[in-house]
């Protein structure tokens, strides 16, 4: 079935520090969504892209849909220690009702 | 505004007794649903998606079931829980033709014992 890989799964950094992570398909999506999770809640979206090429920032946040229509990214600026969590990416299958997920990145943030 | 809830959020089941999550939302019509199962806190997998009532589509085989009786009520069910259905529950709901733009619930973390 479909498949999104993330990498990194993991990344350890120190406050302040540039984060980028990012996800890739073998197959195209016409949509790309970025998620976090923090630790016990339900995913929030923070992102979504619409069109190959497109670049859209939600504050310190900027992704990225590639032009292929098989990858995207994801930057955070600055990071804090509310950026810790779980980050996922995800694309609806090509007319259909569902959305598939990445493994995610698991962000932590050294005080 | 839109508001989804699911219940309960902490469950702790013998091995073999049932099962019923239950979740709702308001402030829409007409949504799609989903139940996504997540383990170990890493990877969202879907269970089941409904795109209305009594219409339900189970991505995964296994002992779980899910029933939509009502427009906004998306219930996961199982007869007879296994240690493997340990995880965390997550309820989700979209609106028609925005299926990328998930809104979940709180989750419902369920240990089998």
């Known amino acids: 079935g479909q498949q999104l890989n993330q990498s990194p799964q993991s990344m350890f950094i120190q406050e302040g520090e540039d984060v980028s992570m990012n996800c890739t398909s073998s197959?195209?999506?016409?949509?790309w969504l970025w998620y976090k999770q923090d630790p016990g809640e339900g995913p929030v979206l923070l992102i979504a892209?619409?069109?190959?090429?497109e670049l859209t920032s939600n504050g310190r946040l900027t992704a990225q849909f590639g032009i292929t229509r098989k990858d995207s990214f994801l930057n955070i600026s600055a990071s804090i220690p509310s950026d810790v969590g779980i980050y996922f990416c995800?694309?609806?299958?090509?007319?259909?009702?569902?959305?598939?997920f990445g493994q995610g990145t698991r962000l932590t943030i050294n005080p | 505004s839109q508001t989804i809830h699911q219940w309960p959020a902490t469950l702790v089941q013998p091995v073999g007794s049932p099962l019923s999550l239950e979740c709702t939302v308001e402030?829409?019509?007409?949504?799609?649903l989903y139940w996504y199962r997540q383990a170990a806190g890493r990877g969202l997998q879907l269970l089941f998606y409904?795109?209305?009532?009594?219409?339900i589509s189970s991505e995964v085989p296994q002992n779980l079931s899910a029933s939509r009786p009502q427009d906004r009520q998306f219930i996961l069910s199982s007869k007879k829980l296994l240690l493997s259905d340990s995880g965390f529950y997550l309820c989700?709901?979209?609106?028609?033709?925005?299926?990328?733009?998930?809104?979940f619930g709180e989750g419902s973390r369920l240990t089998v014992l």
């Open positions: 197959s195209i999506f016409n949509t």
């Open positions: 409904s795109v209305g009532i009594g219409q």
């Open positions: 989700a709901w979209s609106r028609t033709g925005r299926s990328g733009e998930l809104f």
């Open positions: 892209l619409y069109k190959a090429g």
């Open positions: 995800a694309g609806p299958f090509l007319g259909a009702q569902k959305l598939v």
């Open positions: 402030g829409t019509s007409n949504p799609n």
